[in-house]
């Protein structure tokens, strides 16, 4: 019996561990994507019409699961109302924010604190202990991200310059690590993705005041490329790599889970050299290599914080 369930754990756990890379790769393609077309589309104006597709797209399957726990739903409001604040509206109300102002590389650098912000957040809420083997997984994960901006060279990630863009993206790094916090507390009630639906909805009013408020841009005028943007980070940039986040944390754990965040430069770079053509180097290579290191030294960790999470 035990050696069943340790099987079913360990399948649990590559499951989780492939929606996770998932995940990351479609939000290494939003990352491109967002920067790419910066100045077709205002920040709040995509942000609006990335969950508006997103939305309209989920509601035909979770439609009648909402009217079913709609009583679950109603008691759980305050935990959805902040999971669309920190996730679906602040995350990427920031991060659009600031790629508008800086580039990709700095994004990347400073999303690479968030797995160490996870872990301290968790300490502090009494979630779980800090462990040398966390830490040095945290350090190995972020070494690999300096090593791939710095094209193998981790000291010339100090020479990055750091300007106004970059205080959206430490507010973007915050309000992702309180939304992977918040799936810690996913009520049994209420089946995920109904409950995404609903933080989508909940999201959606308040993402539609800020377009008509700081939104420029003029949607019927946009061209085919940037509807083309728009729907693949509504599909799955924004609802399938949230759909895969969730599914990976309630398995893993937020402090295993955070420690993937860390794939985006990879996957930042393999797109680009996919989609654009630029060549691959020695540094990048080496610098996936010490990401990939660090989710291994993670996994041990990552078994128990599942077993607490489910």
Known sequence: MAAEQAARGQGHG???????????LMWAGNFVTGRAIRGL??????????????????????????WQHRRAIAAQAPWLAALAL?????????????????????????????????????????????TLRQGAAVAVSFLGVAVILGEGDPVAVLRLHLGAGDLWLLAAVASWTAYTQLLRGAPKTVPPAVSLMATILIALPVLAALA?????????????????????????AALLAFILWGY???????????????????????????????????????????????????????????LDAT
């Open 14 to 24: 590559r499951w989780a561990a492939a929606a996770l890379v998932g995940a990351c």
């Open 212 to 236: 008509l408020w700081r939104g420029r841009s003029q949607i019927a005028a946009l061209p085919p490329e940037a509807w083309a943007a728009v729907a693949y980070v509504g599909l799955f």
């Open 86 to 130: 920190t996730g679906v509206v602040g995350f990427q109300e920031a991060t659009y924010m600031a790629l508008t102002l800086s580039p990709v590389a700095n994004a990347a650098l400073l999303l690479a604190v968030m797995p160490m912000l996870i872990l301290l957040s968790s300490a502090v809420m009494g979630k779980a202990r800090l």
């Open 248 to 306: 990976g944390v309630r398995l893993k754990g937020p402090d295993a889970a955070g420690l993937y965040i860390n794939l985006i430069p990879v996957f930042s770079a393999a797109l680009a050299w996919l989609l654009l053509g630029e060549a691959l180097t020695a540094g990048q290579a080496a610098g996936a290599a010490l990401i990939v290191l660090s989710l291994w030294m993670g996994s041990a960790r990552g078994r128990k914080t599942r």
């Open 41 to 66: 589309l205002d920040p709040e104006t995509l942000n609006f019409l990335r969950w508006l597709v997103a939305a309209a797209a989920f509601l035909p399957f979770t439609a009648r699961g909402l």
